[in-house]
């Protein structure tokens, strides 16, 4: 099965990507995760891309399609995988197409995590990250076990540079602005799934395993 969580920045694509990851035993392909774990390294894409992500502002498409196209060529990719903040543009979303067409393949569905604006906020400044597995904490509504460490890994969480309330905003509206606009794009190839992030993680998940079905 091959998806695509799409949604603002905090919606929770990634806290159920990890989790459908695990369901459907396909990989999760994080695109903000890839940067960040480049940006670590001092990778010159690392370098390059952290110019843009510290603002809150997209990276060229060039250097995005780039990373998702090698990355989906891998053979671990062959029976399904999970897109998380990948498209976030027209263009991006025209040329994954493009891609996949290249192999026979296709997205199957693209589901929308839809959340409030104000929720999105609060959600993103109390967000604690594991630097390590990728998994993501909420201060408030998901706090890790013991303060300041992963629940899955063990590893330390840290505060991402860019959930910054200033970033943030930037965030929110580069995604009404270039993001946006692709839930029409997917609405007319018929693979939109449209489900309430609004309501609590397990509740989210179970929203979106109904929808898929047994299409494993
Ligand atoms: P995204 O990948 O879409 O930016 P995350 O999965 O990192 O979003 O979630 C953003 C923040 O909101 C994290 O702190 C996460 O723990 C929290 N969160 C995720 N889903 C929910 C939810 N359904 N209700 C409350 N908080 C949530
Ligand atoms: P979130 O959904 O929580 O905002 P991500 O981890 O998906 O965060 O992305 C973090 C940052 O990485 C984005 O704000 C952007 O700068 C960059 N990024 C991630 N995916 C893309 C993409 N598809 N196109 C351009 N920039 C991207
Ligand atoms: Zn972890």
Redesign the pocket.
């Known amino acids: 099965m091959n998806l695509i969580l799409f949604g603002?920045?905090?919606?929770g694509?990634?806290t159920q990507a990890l989790e459908l990851a695990k369901s459907y035993q396909i990989p999760h392909i994080?695109?903000?995760?890839m940067?960040?774990q480049a940006m670590a390294k001092h990778t010159p894409m690392g370098d390059e891309?952290a110019k843009?992500?510290n603002k809150?502002?997209?990276?060229p498409?060039d250097v995005?399609i780039g990373i998702v196209k090698e990355r989906l060529s891998n053979p671990d990719c062959q029976n399904g995988f999970i897109l998380?903040?990948?498209?976030?543009?027209t263009f991006?979303a025209e040329s994954l197409e493009k891609i996949l067409q290249e192999s026979n393949k296709k997205i199957d569905y693209v589901i929308d995590i839809d959340v409030n604006q104000d929720a999105l906020i609060q959600r993103?400044t109390g967000r604690r990250m594991c630097s390590k597995c990728g998994a993501s904490y909420h201060i408030i509504h998901r706090p890790s076990k013991i303060e300041g460490v992963c629940d899955e890994c063990g590893n330390e969480l840290y505060i991402r540079k860019?959930d910054n309330l200033e970033s943030v905003k930037t965030?929110l509206e580069?995604y009404q602005k270039q993001t946006k606009p692709l839930i029409d794009f997917y609405k007319q190839r018929d693979c939109l799934v449209v489900i309430d992030g609004n309501q609590d993680i397990k509740k989210v998940f179970a929203d979106i395993v109904s929808k898929l079905g047994d299409n494993k």
């Open positions: 603002a920045p905090g919606a694509k990634g994080s695109t903000g995760e940067f960040r891309a843009y992500i809150g502002n997209l990276v498409d995005t998380d903040g990948f498209p976030r543009t991006q993103l860019d965030r580069t």
